[in-house]
């Protein structure tokens, strides 16, 4: 389970050439203490990450105001992270297929995790995890993490499907939704390691060249059932409330967002299991604001805010 929660998928960063075009890590220069807050905080989060509930409040508490921009994929918050000399955004909640490349292009920069308190208090997992922690120096503090769901609903789709099998039916042509991201690979490598075994697949996210073929097989045969490939989590949302998806992969936060909306959906881990994905939050190599950085990472990591992050995430 460790080795999915590396993100929304890390076969990404395994199809890369380490080292092209890349620099190098940035070397450790940690502060010895959080000074005073510079009033502004620039941020690039997935939708659901910096919510009004707990970002106004650290305002009104350390007086760093957050500007927040969300992004639709893991190469959007890349891209951002190095827009401009890499110096227009101080942090960002960066998924297991982002953050290698972060740290290996020296975008990001190493984090002293003795200066966020309930740093002790993380699940040993998720202290060091390997997609935001290279030689033992912190390039990420771990923040959100979860599984890659069935998402269906439940007023046009009566008997709850409990495969993934769902997503590959003739019978919901034109009515499925699936994120626009290389994580489909490793969920079509799931379900092949399960229905398909002579296939050989025991990682999805470590796969051989006759594998590979046979995921991407099986995703061109799903793309005309597909209605859209979606990149904000908003995207599905609309789909599904418009009624032009009834089923798809999504993410807890889409089913609790759905929900609240009066929308009938409901959501299962399916029998093969699940690929997952864990952020961490990165602060930028050219962070112009490194202490409201540091007041915000151990302030969304405390009891009460994590709560409200989980609740409201899923």
Request: aromatic share 10%.
């Amino acid at each position: 389970m460790m080795k999915r929660f590396a993100g929304r998928t890390t076969i990404l960063v395994s199809l890369i050439a380490p080292g092209a075009g890349w620099a190098a890590p940035v070397p450790p220069a940690y502060p010895a203490a959080i000074g005073p807050g510079e009033g502004t905080l620039n941020v690039v989060a997935w939708e659901g990450y910096a919510q009004d509930d707990w970002i106004k409040p650290f305002e009104a508490e350390t007086g760093c105001q957050v500007n927040r921009k969300y992004a639709g994929s893991s190469d959007e918050m890349v891209a951002l992270m190095r827009q401009g000399g890499g110096g227009e955004y101080d942090l960002v909640s960066a998924s297991g297929d982002a953050t290698l490349r972060l740290i290996y292009g020296g975008d990001v920069q190493p984090i002293a995790v003795d200066l966020v308190p309930s740093y002790k208090d993380f699940v040993a997992d998720l202290q060091s995890p390997p997609h935001n922690t290279v030689g033992g120096v912190h390039y990420g503090l771990s923040y959100e993490w979860g599984p890659n769901v069935l998402l269906w609903n439940s007023a046009k789709i009566k008997d709850a499907p409990t495969s993934w099998s769902a997503l590959y039916d003739p019978r919901y042509k034109g009515l499925v939704t699936v994120p626009d991201n290389p994580i489909q690979i490793a969920d079509a490598a799931l379900y092949l390691s399960k229905t398909k075994p002579a296939l050989g697949i025991t990682d999805p996210y470590e796969l051989t060249p006759a594998q590979l073929d046979a995921a991407a097989d099986l995703l061109t045969q799903q793309r005309v059932l597909v209605k859209k490939y979606w990149s904000l989590a908003s995207d599905e949302v609309e789909l599904f409330k418009n009624g032009d998806a009834t089923i798809g992969a999504a993410w807890p936060y889409t089913t609790n967002t759905l929900k609240e909306a009066g929308t009938p959906v409901a959501d299962t881990v399916p029998v093969e299991g699940a690929t997952g994905w864990a952020d961490s939050w990165m602060l930028s190599a050219k962070t112009r604001h490194p202490n409201c950085a540091y007041k915000f990472m151990s302030y969304v990591s405390t009891p009460k805010v994590q709560a409200a992050q989980a609740i409201s995430f899923g």
